[in-house]
């Protein structure tokens, strides 16, 4: 039986800046251990107890980057993050640590070209005040919304749309942070990041009533 989640402690920060501060290889593997034991193996741990709340899996994602395109060429993510995958529902739960603390989100990330078809559509009939009204309710809960967004309006969406806000969305995530030290000891993420999925469940509800999983090829979903 897995271990339970006991909280990171403020040493876990300490962690990440010093990764920031010296972003190499060799500074990674004489920290290996302590990022293993304070970091990724708690995240984990916590993750699975959400998987187990929620019916869900997890997984966890790799500390290196991918640095073949990138002119960035810092071989590490300066956080560490996984995900809550729950059947029927696209969006997910995401938590991630870093130096700047504890963060959670949820939500439809580079939806592909069918999805934002499906989602633009909804949003402007009558379904899509639905989504105004469960976005606001979400915002005055605490949480954000945010994503990547046009900047101007879709094609064939006129500049005064009454929901132009969502309609220039291309992602729909909602997030909040819990901050730095003195947050991350005990039971307080976990209660944090299940509340966070209770409180967008209404907007990323909507989104898989109305938008849902792509049906495209992988190899073209990302031709949005």
Sequence with gaps: MQAPFLGFGAEALDWFRGLEAENSKAWFEANRAAWERGIRDPLERLLEELAADLGGSVRMFRQNRDIRFSKDKSPYKTSTYGVVRVPGSESGLYVSISSKGLGAGSGYLRMAADQLQRYRDAVQRPEGAE???????????????????????????????????????????????????????????????????????????????????????????RGR
Excluded: C, N, Q, Y
């Excluded at 938008?211 to 073209?220: D, I, Q, R």
């Design 131 to 221: 989504l105004a009204e469960a976005v606001a309710s979400m915002r005055a809960a605490g949480l954000r919304l945010w994503g990547a967004a046009l900047k101007g309006a879709p094609r064939g969406v006129a500049r005064d749309h009454p929901r132009i806000e969502l309609l220039r969305l291309k992602d729909v995530l909602a997030g909040d942070d819990l901050g730095p030290a003195g947050t991350l000891d005990g039971r307080r993420p976990v209660a944090f990041a299940r509340a966070l999925w209770d409180r967008s469940r209404p907007v990323m509800g909507w989104m898989d009533a109305h938008v849902g999983p792509s049906l495209l090829p992988p190899e073209v979903r």
